[in-house]
């Protein structure tokens, strides 16, 4: 069964800080990955999304790359923001399952002014 | 303008009680989710329909049933409310085909008291 890892939990950093979040499957069996944003008490917005074949995909101030050979994905943030606070969730499209999606428990992330 | 909705945003109820979330979509997108997930934890499916007169369980096991009469419709049922449903469920929507990102309704925060 797929499972999907977040590291870290939290992180709190200050502004302008370039930051990295991780993200690790166990299954190289998918359709693509996606990184979503949610904010507190919030529904999901989906920030970046790199299908299988894909290495990365940037959208201004984020980029986020896939191994799937490795099972892994990272979310980089540059010059963060007060505004980027949130929680970061890394989701993967199943292969074997009519690409349903499973979620990791996220990276709640703080920047503080 | 094309959006998801959920009704209520926020239920506070007793032990019990039947109860039904609403989630409307005019997205126009044949597929449509209920996420149930609890505070720092991972999203978990809990029920899913991939059109009309189609619906399926999730990973989870839940205690509620779902509907999708129409496509634009897809209520979620708890015939008895307990403690332990308090959480917050998310629905969301999918263009048919797989492969592509889910749109999430805000959420509606279930509190059973």
């Known amino acids: 069964k797929q499972e999907v890892t977040q590291i870290p939990a939290a992180l709190s950093v200050p502004e302008g800080e370039n930051l990295v979040l991780n993200c690790s499957f166990t299954?190289?069996?998918?359709?693509?990955l996606q990184w979503f944003r949610q904010d507190p008490g919030k529904g999901l917005t989906s920030l970046l999304l790199?299908?299988?074949?894909?290495r990365e995909q940037t959208s201004g101030r984020l980029n986020a790359s896939l191994d799937k050979s490795s099972g892994r994905s990272t979310l980089y943030i540059a010059a963060s923001q007060p505004g980027d606070s949130a929680t970061y969730l890394c989701?993967?499209?199943?292969?074997?399952?009519?690409?349903?999606?499973?979620f990791g428990a996220g990276t709640r992330l703080t920047v503080k002014p | 303008e094309a959006d998801i909705y959920q009704t209520p945003r926020y239920l506070v109820i007793g032990t019990g009680k039947k109860i039904t979330l609403e989630c409307s979509q005019t997205?126009?997108?044949?597929?449509m989710y209920w996420y149930q997930q609890d505070p720092g934890m991972e999203l978990h499916l809990i029920h899913y329909?991939?059109?009309?007169?189609?619906?399926e369980k999730g990973d989870l096991s839940s205690e509620s049933t779902v509907s999708r009469i129409r496509t634009e419709h897809f209520p979620l049922t708890l015939e008895s409310a307990r403690p332990s449903h308090t959480s917050q469920y998310l629905c969301?929507?999918?263009?048919?085909?797989?492969?592509?990102?889910?749109?999430f309704g805000p959420g509606t925060r279930l509190t059973v008291l």
């Open positions: 790199i299908q299988s074949s894909q």
């Open positions: 329909s991939y059109g009309v007169n189609s619906t």
């Open positions: 997205m126009g997108h044949d597929k």
């Open positions: 969301a929507t999918g263009l048919a085909g797989g492969g592509d990102t889910q749109y």
């Open positions: 299954d190289s069996a998918i359709y693509n």
């Open positions: 989701a993967v499209s199943v292969l074997y399952n009519n690409n349903d999606m499973r």
